[in-house]
């Protein structure tokens, strides 16, 4: 049984647009075309797209995806490594809840929770150093970006900065769901305090310096996929709060 384009999309919740891009870089090409030019699945391509979705859910770029699949490997072997991918992360994140979880309680109590305890189920040094590789891999593919040799690694301190950051994104997504409009300033004092410790790790960014940043997250598809991942149109909102945020800020003044 064959498919077309729009019956695939209905099948598994892949846009057509994102099935026209599989095809046009060659992740996933239709079975077949008809003399109307319409595009043609069968059930060899269905199972592939299951196997990219499942590493979509890894969150792994699509060039890596398409390196992986084109290894000659035997379809239960790629299932079987995918479920231990995702049963691997899924234990991490069960564990980052139950911290979560605990600091959401310490702050109601008033207890506080020891320096290790908030930390306990975030990346350690090979978790950070297999994330960095990856994402070293993508820059370099992508944008042919060169990227320098092994760096020493701050564990602690990498995931301190991974704990604010998805702080942050959470507190604008929650802003976006609740209407709330990118140029309030509720929005510019999570900005402030977001550059703030940026700045004091070492990680100076001007406001435009983060609406330039804002700007590459939402056309780039591996950092839009995850803002969007999150919420819906965070990738354009927090785009939207960065130029507002750099448009009013006192710099601005001083650049002209």
């Keep these: 049984m064959l498919y077309t384009v729009k019956e ?64 000659e490997r035997k379809r239960g072997d790629i299932l079987a490594e995918q479920r231990e991918l995702l049963r691997s992360r899924k234990r991490r994140l069960d564990s980052i809840l139950q911290t979560l979880e605990k600091s959401i309680e310490s702050t109601a ?33 992508t944008y042919g970006v060169e990227v320098p040799g092994p760096q020493p690694i701050d564990v602690p301190e990498l995931n301190e900065q991974a704990k604010e950051a998805m702080e942050f ?21 999570f900005i402030d305090d977001h550059l703030a410790f940026m700045k004091k790790h070492d990680h100076p ?23 969007e991942g999150q919420q819906t149109g965070l990738a354009y909102y927090l785009l939207a709060a960065a130029e507002a945020y750099a448009a009013n800020s006192p710099e601005v003044g001083k650049d002209r």
């Design 8 to 71: 695939v999309s209905d099948l598994s919740g892949v846009t057509i647009k994102t099935l026209h891009h599989y095809h046009k870089i060659g992740l996933l090409k239709p079975q077949d075309i008809s003399e109307a030019g319409y595009r043609l699945y069968g059930e060899r391509e269905l199972k592939r797209l299951q196997e990219i979705l499942f590493y979509r859910e890894l969150e792994l770029p699509l060039a890596q995806i398409q390196s992986l699949l084109e290894e």
């Design 109 to 141: 109590s008033g207890e506080e929770l020891t320096g290790e305890e908030l930390f306990v189920g975030f990346a350690d040094e090979a978790e950070w150093r297999e994330a960095l590789r990856e994402q070293e891999e993508y820059l370099s593919h």
């Design 205 to 227: 960014a001007t406001p435009a310096d983060f609406a330039a940043q804002a700007r590459f997250f939402l056309s780039d598809e591996f950092h839009r996929a995850m803002l």
């Design 169 to 189: 994104t959470s507190k604008v997504a929650e802003a976006l769901r609740s209407g709330i409009s990118h140029q309030d300033e509720g929005i510019r004092h």
